[in-house]
């Protein structure tokens, strides 16, 4: 599918547009029933951007001529403490939104907004991160929650606004609110409390709009219309209803409000995908399709033949009828390729391959299937064949001193084969990892060389800052691997410090807690061309008893900002347990 918007979509649209409907040519008009309001959102722009697309979506909208337009956040990429960069990025910005002819109205994300400095920042360049306006008969009520995790989070300061303003406006023809992070689809859409649906059901919301997913769902709550908008350049999942690309055209008048995401060639009804079916074909994504192990790697990054049994399991009501296939990479062999597959409704069946390897490692098979998930509708899950290669983690009596020089001699036998996140060949410098344990504590150590030292870039030095967009290790550790539960450590060259706790539940579904905070002794040091990490970290906060010869699930990976890039042990990087390679206690 192409990623790039037609230009004979917008032409279509207007004419439809234009026979079907009043068109607003000036004149002044009170009355929905007289002519509907029409205005277009868009989705979020960055966060794996695409460059071009939101260009070419704000081109279309412009074409459409809606009365105005709304935003549901994510403009920049953010995340830095460097102002210039974020200054250049919001005025590229404001660049790309220069053909539009019609008011604008800004809704702030998490990209947009993620500590005091980039708050004062979109105050100088967009405006207030949260307010109200009134549209002839319409009220529109714009929240800031990009530095939140839940509804209960909110500043009560928001929430007083927001009482206040829906209390002085319930005589709105209708209520319509923005805000970036769809924390709807984590309760409301779950029968859990929200302060937020709660407030909008109380006073009479007609409808809430919500970005950050970077994919299209619905869902009617309380009669209340929630729509979770999609990616209009951000990376992104097509999803079941292949939109990937788009952006809302939303019109209201005395019949009501109506809601059309417009992707490449086509204007969906707004139920096309609902919440339920969203959860849904994630569930199947999670349990629908699993293999009955990872494949172990050798030592020359080669696979064994060895026979793989895959777990077809049928969750719908409605026959899955289709064929197995293998997408197979050059070096990889998997017999057989394509095995027809019919199941009736919630039922299952194994079927079993031959695998085997001699040549790269990745790319790695993938598998696709099509799963109904209702009735008269499919979608094709594609799941990547899990390998597992294993590192030892050396017993030493003598710990070493925390310096962060790695020069004692229990820094031994070092991982260095890593990969781009695709699997290909590594482009940044090159890096060593190591790995040590005594009864009480794993002992870690990267050394990172950087052939332009004065390029690291380094800022953050608080706990749980952004160290993930900055020039640093990661680590992905698993250490009672019959438990779903991850902790996920990060240290830049600074020795500050980003972990949460990952927790993978019976049904697949993935929750972090980044509340959890572990306990560390960690220094840094720099040469001339290398910068260098040791860290000693409590095994007794990961509530496990460290043994010899005990199996961690592992991943890790180097950030190097100045190639933009990643190299990883295992790849893709993603925080699903099953993934991970094998780290053993010597």
């Not at 030493?396 to 695709?422: M, Y």
Request: with cysteine; hydrophobic share 35%; net charge negative.
């Amino acid at each position: 599918m192409s990623k790039y918007i037609p230009l004979k979509m917008s032409f279509i649209i207007l004419f439809f547009i234009l026979i079907t409907g009043c068109v607003h040519l000036g004149a002044e008009v009170t009355k929905l029933s007289e002519c509907p309001i029409r205005f277009a959102i868009i989705g979020d722009r960055t966060g794996g951007h695409t460059p071009g697309i939101y260009g070419q979506i704000v081109e279309e909208i412009e074409r459409l001529k809606p009365d105005f337009v709304l935003t549901v956040g994510d403009m920049i990429e953010g995340y830095t403490d460097d102002t210039t960069v974020v200054i250049s990025q919001w005025e590229e910005y404001d660049s790309l939104i220069v053909p539009l002819t019609m008011p604008i109205y800004f809704t702030p994300g998490n990209h947009d907004i993620w500590d005091d400095v980039s708050r004062e920042l979109y105050k100088r360049f967009i405006d207030k991160p949260y307010y109200s306006f009134d549209i002839r008969d319409l009220h529109f009520i714009i929240l800031d929650n990009s530095c939140w995790q839940s509804s209960t989070e909110l500043p009560e300061e928001q929430i007083n606004w927001l009482i206040n303003d829906l209390y002085e406006h319930q005589n709105a023809a209708y209520t319509i609110v923005f805000y970036h992070k769809p924390f709807w689809y984590e309760t409301t859409a779950d029968n859990k409390a929200d302060t937020l649906h709660n407030l909008f059901r109380d006073f009479g919301v007609d409808a809430v709009f919500t970005g950050h997913y970077h994919i299209y769902f619905s869902g009617r709550f309380d009669d209340i219309l929630y729509t979770g908008v999609g990616s209009s350049g951000g990376g992104c999942d097509p999803g079941p209803t292949g939109i990937e690309y788009h952006f809302m055209w939303v019109t209201v008048d005395e019949e009501g409000i109506s809601i059309a995401p417009i992707k490449m060639d086509a204007v969906l009804a707004w139920e096309d995908i609902t919440t339920a079916d969203l959860k849904f074909i994630y569930k199947i994504y999670f349990l629908g399709m699993a293999f009955d192990k990872s494949l172990p790697v050798g030592e020359d990054l080669n696979i064994m033949e060895t026979e793989l049994e895959v777990n077809i399991n049928n969750l719908s009501d409605f026959t899955l009828d289709d064929t197995i296939h293998w997408e197979v990479s050059e070096g990889w062999f998997v017999e057989p390729e394509n095995i027809p597959v019919k199941i009736t409704g919630n039922d299952m069946n194994t079927f079993k391959f031959r695998v085997k390897n001699e040549g790269a490692l990745y790319p790695v098979p993938t598998l696709s299937l099509n799963f109904p998930y209702s009735k008269g509708k499919s979608y094709k899950i594609e799941k990547s064949l899990t390998v597992a290669r294993k590192t030892y983690c050396n017993q030493v009596l003598t710990p070493p001193v925390i310096d962060g020089k790695i020069s004692e001699t229990i820094w031994k036998n070092p991982i260095s084969k890593l990969f781009k996140w695709d699997g290909s060949q590594m482009i940044i410098d090159s890096v060593y990892f190591y790995f040590s344990h005594n009864d009480s504590n794993i002992y870690l150590a990267a050394h990172c060389k950087e052939s332009k030292i004065d390029s690291i870039f380094a800022t953050v030095v608080d706990h749980d800052g952004a160290i993930y967009a900055e020039d640093c290790v990661g680590y992905f550790l698993q250490p009672d691997i019959d438990r779903g539960i991850v902790y996920q450590i990060y240290f830049n060259p600074l020795g500050a410090v980003f972990d949460q706790k990952i927790e993978k539940s019976p049904d697949g579904e993935i929750d972090y807690d980044r509340t959890w905070d572990g306990t560390y002794e960690v220094a840094t040091t720099k040469g001339d061309d290398f910068w260098s990490i040791e860290a000693r970290i409590p095994i007794s906060q990961f509530e496990v008893e460290l043994k010899s010869g005990q199996r961690w699930g592992i991943n890790f990976r180097r950030k190097q900002k100045r190639f933009n890039s990643t190299a990883d042990w295992q790849t893709p990087i993603n925080y699903d347990p099953d993934t991970y390679g094998v780290l053993i206690m010597e």
